[in-house]
C-alpha cells in the first residue's frame, strides 16, 4: 500500500506538502496541489485524514459546489447553507466551478479525497456524465436541478415562479413585453419560459408577440440589448429578466435613452440578490425558494450522513414568491 513518502516522491515534494494538501491547513500552489493529487490517484493512496474521519465517524466537512461567486446570488446561497451546516457542527468546503466543467470534475476529486460527509452540488451546465460515479457513493443533494441522478435533487419549480413574475406585468396592464434570458439551453431558462408563455396564454398573448432576448450573460450585453431595445419605435412597457444579474445594465440601458423604470417601463427580476433593494427604484422579483428553504436542503443531506447511506433518486419542487418593491406601475391607472 503506498504511502505519503511514495506520494511525495512520485509528485517531487516533501511529505509535509502532500500532508499539507490533504489536511487543508495551509495554502500550497494550484500547480503544486494538482501534481500531488494526481499521484495520489495514481498511486490509489488514502491520506491520514480518512483515518481521521473514520475514528471520529465523521470529517464533519460538506463540500458545496457553485457554479459562479461573482453571481451575486450565490454569496447569499453560501451564507445559508453555512449557516444551516454550523447549526450541527459542520464545516463547509466552498467550490467556485467558474462555470467550467472540468473544474466541477477536478472538484469532485477533491471532495472524495478530504473525505467529506456530504455534497451540496449546484451544477454550472445541464451536462452530468461526470457526476454518476459519485452519486450513491457519497451522500449528496443536486441542488436547483432536477437530474436522472441517483441522489436527492430539490429545485424551485420555475415554471410556477416565472408565471407569477410574467403575470405580475400582465396584471399591471402591460402587453407589449420582452424577456431577457442569460442562456439558451440551461434547464431552468426552459422551465422559466414555460412559466412565461403559460402566464401570457392566460393574457390571450401568443410567444410571437413577445420580444425574447438570449444569451444575456453580463452587465454589459444587458446594457447593449436594452439600449438598443428601448430606441425601437415599438419599444416594451415591461420587461421580465431571467435573474436579478441583468438589472443594472437593463436599468443603465433604460436612463441612457432618456426614460425612467418604472414611469417608462416596469421592470421584474427573479433570485432576489441582496442589491435588488437598494436599487433606484427598488427591483421587484421573485425571491429563490433555497433562500428560504436551506435547513430543509441541508436536512436532506444530514439525514444521510447520519444514516450511513446515500439517498436514491427524490424530487422536491418548492414555490418562490413575489417581492413587491417599486419598479412595476399599473399603467392601467391614469
Known amino acids: 500500500m503506498a504511502g505519503i513518502r511514495d506520494v511525495a516522491k512520485m509528485a ?3 511529505p509535509s506538502t502532500v500532508s499539507r494538501v490533504f489536511s ?6 494550484q500547480e503544486t ?7 495520489a490517484r495514481e498511486l490509489k493512496y488514502k491520506p491520514n485524514l480518512a483515518a481521521r474521519s473514520l475514528k471520529k465517524g465523521s470529517s464533519k466537512l460538506i463540500g458545496l459546489i457553485i457554479p459562479d461567486i461573482m453571481n451575486p446570488y450565490y454569496p ?3 451564507k445559508y447553507f453555512e449557516a444551516s451546516a454550523a447549526k450541527f457542527g459542520y464545516a463547509l468546503i466552498l467550490c467556485d466551478a467558474l462555470g467550467d466543467i472540468e ?3 477536478e472538484y469532485f476529486k477533491m471532495l472524495q479525497y478530504l473525505f467529506v460527509d456530504g455534497i451540496f452540488y449546484i451544477a454550472s451546465t445541464d451536462n452530468i456524465e461526470h457526476i454518476r460515479p459519485y452519486a450513491g457513493s457519497i451522500p449528496m443533494v443536486v441542488v436547483n436541478r432536477n437530474f436522472d441522478l441517483n441522489a436527492p435533487c430539490i429545485n424551485l419549480d420555475n415554471v410556477d415562479g416565472a408565471c407569477q413574475a410574467m403575470s405580475h406585468l400582465l396584471e399591471n396592464g402591460h402587453r407589449r413585453l420582452a424577456v431577457f434570458v442569460n442562456g439558451k439551453e440551461r434547464q431552468y431558462n426552459q422551465e422559466r419560459m414555460e412559466g412565461c408563455l403559460k402566464a401570457c396564454a392566460d393574457y390571450g398573448i401568443a410567444r410571437r408577440e413577445l420580444t425574447i432576448i438570449q444569451d444575456v450573460a453580463s ?4 446594457y447593449q440589448k436594452t439600449w438598443e431595445l428601448m430606441r425601437r419605435p415599438d419599444r416594451p412597457t415591461g420587461i421580465f429578466m ?9 436599468y443603465k440601458g433604460i436612463t441612457k435613452n432618456g426614460l425612467k423604470v ?5 421592470i421584474v427580476g427573479f433570485d432576489d440578490i441582496p442589491q435588488a433593494k437598494y436599487l433606484d427604484p427598488a427591483l421587484t422579483t421573485l425571491r429563490h425558494s433555497l433562500l428560504d428553504n436551506a435547513e430543509q436542503i441541508f436536512e436532506c443531506l444530514r439525514r444521510q450522513i447520519e444514516s450511513g447511506s446515500c439517498a436514491p433518486y427524490s424530487y422536491i419542487s418548492n414555490k418562490g414568491r413575489m417581492i413587491f418593491r417599486e419598479s412595476v406601475r399599473d399603467i392601467r391607472k391614469k
Do not use: L, T, W
Not at 24 to 29: H, I, M
Not at 219 to 222: H, N, P
Open 262 to 266: 418604472p414611469d417608462d417601463v416596469s
Open 24 to 29: 487543508g491547513a495551509a495554502f500550497v500552489e
Open 219 to 222: 452587465d454589459d450585453i444587458a
Open 76 to 78: 447569499e446561497v453560501v
Open 103 to 105: 473544474k466541477e470534475k
Open 242 to 250: 431571467f435573474n436579478d444579474f441583468m438589472a443594472y445594465g437593463v
Open 33 to 39: 496541489k494538482d501534481r500531488v493529487i494526481c499521484a
Open 12 to 14: 517531487g515534494v516533501s
